[in-house]
C-alpha cells in the first residue's frame, strides 16, 4: 500500500536555526499538507498545497514557516529561524487522486526539538 | 465546519465491542462524517468515512442515524492494539480542505 514517507523522524536543533523537514507523499496526488502536534495537544492545521502553491494556511503558518515542492517528488517544511515554542511533531498528509470522498494519508511525522 | 463533541476516554478489554458516539449537531448537508486513529508518536490514520446510514470495512462499521447529528463509531472485539486516540471530523470533503481535529477520544483497551 503506498504511503507517505517523511525524513529526519528526529530533529533537534538550536533555538534561532533553520530546519527543513521533508515528506515525500503518494505518488499521484495533487494536494499536500502539513501539520503539527505538540506534545499532549490536538494536531493542528500549519498549510496546504496545490498546483505549486499554497491553498490556505493557518495564523500558525507566519513568516517563519515556508513550503516548496522542488522536485515533483519531495515537499518540505521550511522553518527559518526556529523558536523554542516549535517542538513538536510535525505531519506531512496528502490526498486528492479520483472520487468524490476525500481522505488524507498521513505520513509518519518528524519529531523537532529545540533547544 | 461542523462541531464535533465526543467522550474524552473509554476503556475496554479485549474480546469486547467498543462503540464510540460522536454528536455534531451542526451537521451540513455536503458534509462527510470520517474517523480517524492516531497511535503515541505517530500520524492519524483513516478508519472510515460515511454520509448517512451504515458503512462498514475491514476495520468498523459506521453508523449514522437519519438525523446525521451524531455518528457511532464500532469496533469489533477490541484487542491491545487498539488502545489509541479516536477522532471524529465532519466536513464537507473538498479536495484540498483542511482537516480540523478536536482532542478525540481516548481508548484504553485492557487485558
Known amino acids: 500500500e503506498p504511503e507517505v514517507t517523511q525524513t529526519p523522524s528526529h530533529q533537534v536543533t538550536q533555538m534561532g536555526q533553520e530546519v527543513i523537514l521533508r515528506c515525500v507523499p503518494i505518488?499521484?496526488?495533487?494536494?499536500f499538507y502539513w501539520y503539527r502536534q505538540i506534545l499532549g495537544q490536538k494536531v493542528e492545521f500549519l498549510v496546504s498545497?496545490?498546483?505549486?502553491?499554497?491553498?490556505?494556511k493557518s495564523e500558525i503558518f507566519d513568516d517563519q514557516f515556508s513550503v516548496e515542492r522542488p522536485d515533483g517528488s519531495n515537499f518540505t517544511l521550511k522553518i527559518r529561524s526556529t523558536k523554542l515554542e516549535d517542538s513538536a511533531m510535525y505531519f506531512c498528509a496528502s490526498s486528492g487522486t479520483s472520487g468524490a470522498q476525500e481522505t488524507q494519508y498521513f505520513g509518519p511525522g518528524t519529531r523537532l526539538l529545540v533547544l | 465546519l461542523a462541531k464535533t463533541t465526543q467522550p474524552i476516554s473509554m476503556d475496554s478489554y479485549e474480546g469486547q465491542e467498543v462503540n464510540i458516539t460522536c454528536s455534531h449537531n451542526n451537521i451540513a448537508t455536503n458534509d462527510y462524517i470520517t474517523w480517524y486513529q492516531q497511535f503515541p508518536s505517530q500520524g492519524p490514520r483513516f478508519i472510515i468515512q460515511?454520509?448517512?446510514t451504515k458503512v462498514t470495512n475491514e476495520v468498523a462499521s459506521l453508523f449514522i442515524p437519519a438525523d446525521r447529528k451524531s455518528s457511532t463509531l464500532s469496533l469489533p472485539r477490541v484487542s491491545l492494539s487498539d488502545t489509541a486516540v479516536y477522532y471524529c471530523l465532519v466536513g464537507d470533503q473538498v479536495y484540498g480542505n483542511k482537516l480540523v481535529f478536536g482532542a478525540g477520544t481516548i481508548l484504553r483497551v485492557k487485558s
Open positions: 505518488s499521484n496526488h495533487l494536494y
Open positions: 460515511g454520509y448517512k
Open positions: 498545497f496545490y498546483n505549486n502553491e499554497i491553498s490556505e
